[in-house]
């Protein structure tokens, strides 16, 4: 069974970057849509950034501006590059991606089982 792994996770200073990368563990598999979400201790999950297969991109308020999401087709990867961290973007962020065994035919969706980022001083 395809899986979904993530790296990129860690300990950062407030002020600090870090850059997640998601990727397919079967290369049989394409990537379609994707997103990056999280969740922080006591919350519920949330989006924090999406691509559709299109190219099209949507992120939350709180890191439009600050986070990055993107892909490479050619190492079957996406990434999250996060620049400016604070301490409220502590959370464990989770990959979620839309693969597909061949062309032409529907994605299902996958969830890596996150990677950790905690920003403080």
């Known amino acids: 069974q395809v899986q979904v792994l993530e790296s990129g996770g860690g300990l950062v200073h407030p002020g600090g970057s870090l850059r997640l990368t998601c990727q397919a563990s079967d290369s049989r598999y394409s990537i379609a849509g994707m997103g990056w979400h999280r969740q922080a201790p006591g919350k519920a999950r949330e989006l924090v950034a999406a691509?559709?297969?299109?190219?099209?991109?949507v992120y939350s308020t709180s890191v439009e501006g600050r986070f990055t999401i993107s892909r490479d087709n050619a190492k079957n990867a996406v990434y999250l590059q996060m620049n400016n961290l604070t301490p409220e973007d502590t959370a464990v962020y989770y990959c979620?991606?839309?693969?597909?065994?061949?062309?032409?035919?529907?994605?299902?969706?996958?969830w890596g089982q996150g990677t950790q980022v905690t920003v403080s001083s």
């Open positions: 691509m559709a297969t299109g190219g099209a991109t």
């Open positions: 979620n991606l839309g693969l597909r065994s061949r062309a032409f035919t529907p994605s299902k969706d996958y």
